[in-house]
């Protein structure tokens, strides 16, 4: 009695504990190994992020050694420690041996072709201006899209993207914008990459757009970024945040 | 228990998944991730050994647990199952390697839709015993790891000019984009699947002549 249509037939008969008990048992199992695994994982990840962002924060900034985190919110300019994880707009500082403020790194975001692309920019207030970007995250098609990475000539317009503001410091001077391959003419335009306009493009908004939205509020805090190297007593950095 | 073929462990049992039942090339199973991350010989890789490693986990504990879940439940109890496994991988390879797990993105998740698992799990390891259906499992997880690095392997080729990142053909080699844009993964695909199509076709064809001789 082993056919298969007896089997259908019996199946009614399968009382609810059995079904819930197993549920719930397998349940409990997986939720156990998930967590786990969370647990095991959490601190190499962790590690693993951080890792990435300060690779990219050197990237950005020419000149940097060493980085201090500050977010900037309705209060201005607030150090992030492990103890006061501050609200706002995070900004990475990067600084030279001798401490002298070499740029400041912000994260951008913009829809690409296929998914967001989110980048880290190096701004350098002495020049006003981008001086790298670095591709964080993209799904953008391999060997097209990607070549907003690769790209030798689309990479060198951020050697000094101009990005400053206009005489009220209220927004941008000029929109960056990406212009058709071979059309930049001006410092503030992205020459887009023939095959990859839509990735090129992109970049050009999501730098737009962070920009517009960063430097009005930071510039007026330059100076204190200055005057806030890493390594320095702890104390101080308390003190801005109250 | 109802269970099919005998119960022992042969190379068949291992085998099966490689060639004579090819999740890719034979059952066109999986299609999602074969089409999706095969642009490059590195992703094809990691995509084939974390789907492989799913497959082990999943077919061995539901293969212990044949029996103490009832029938109305199997599936949900399956997919849990899978499920848990798959977001292990995904922790794990995040990390192993973020840019791995930026270059595969949604598609780790994605293997918990994979159907060639949930098949496996229903054919196969609820009705044989754990380390038959381990074996099997192995050799499912390595034939689908192959399949996508056959189909890995021509497009990052054609598509890039180079094999696991390593340049082949030097500057003056123009690489065909296609290949690494989605068009590229089914006409590479139909390829392969010709190719074996002619192989299956060619042998019996010269076993049919061989029995006629005779």
Request: net charge negative; with cysteine; proline share 5%.
């Amino acid at each position: 009695m082993s056919t298969p249509e007896t089997e259908v037939m019996q199946q009614p008969a399968t009382p609810a504990g059995p079904m819930i008990r197993t549920l719930m048992g397998i349940a409990m199992l997986s939720g156990f190994l998930v967590v786990l695994t969370y647990q095991l994982t959490k601190p190499i990840i962790e590690e693993n992020q951080r890792r990435a962002i300060e690779a990219a924060v050197f990237q950005v900034i020419p000149g940097a050694v060493a980085r201090k985190d500050f977010v900037v919110n309705e209060t201005g300019v607030v150090a992030v420690t492990a103890e006061n994880p501050a609200e706002g707009i995070p900004i990475y500082a990067g600084y030279d041996q001798a401490g002298q403020l070499k740029g400041i790194a912000a994260k951008a975001a913009a829809q690409g072709y296929a998914d967001i692309i989110y980048l880290l920019y190096g701004y350098e207030p002495e020049c006003q201006c981008i001086r790298g970007i670095k591709v964080l995250k993209l799904a953008e098609t391999p060997g097209l899209g990607d070549k907003i990475i690769t790209d030798a000539n689309f990479v060198a317009n951020f050697d000094a993207l101009d990005a400053s503001l206009n005489d009220a410091g209220s927004d941008l001077a000029n929109d960056i914008v990406t212009v058709k391959h071979g059309t930049k003419q001006n410092p503030w335009e992205i020459d887009a990459i023939s095959g990859a306009t839509i990735s090129a493009k992109a970049v050009g908004k999501a730098l737009n757009l962070s920009a517009k939205a960063l430097l009005p509020k930071l510039a007026p805090q330059v100076e204190k970024l200055r005057e806030d190297p890493p390594r320095q007593p702890p104390e101080q950095g308390e003190e801005q945040v109250n | 228990m109802s269970k099919i073929g005998n119960d022992n462990i042969t190379w068949g049992t291992f085998s099966e998944g490689l060639w004579r039942d090819n999740p890719v090339f034979v059952m066109l199973l999986g299609m999602c991730p074969v089409l999706a991350v095969t642009n490059s010989a590195i992703n094809a890789l990691a995509m084939g050994l974390a789907t492989t490693f799913v497959l082990l986990a999943s077919g061995a504990l539901i293969s212990l647990l044949r029996h103490s879940i009832p029938k109305q439940v199997r599936i949900a109890t399956y997919i849990v199952i899978i499920a848990t496994f798959v977001t292990i991988v995904d922790y794990a390879i995040q990390a192993i390697s973020l840019d791995l797990y930026n270059a595969l993105g949604a598609f780790i998740q994605l293997i918990v839709a994979n159907c060639m698992i949930l098949g496996r799990a229903e054919a196969y390891a609820s009705r044989n015993r754990p380390l038959k259906s381990f074996t099997n499992a192995l050799g499912m997880g390595a034939g689908f790891t192959i399949a996508l690095l056959c189909l890995g392997v021509v497009r990052e080729v054609l598509g890039a000019g180079s094999l696991f990142g390593i340049d082949l053909f030097g500057p003056r080699f123009e690489p065909w984009v296609v290949m690494i844009l989605p068009a590229g993964g089914f006409i590479v695909l139909g390829a392969w699947l010709l190719l074996f199509e002619w192989l299956k076709q060619r042998k019996e064809r010269l076993e049919l002549e061989a029995a006629a001789e005779t």
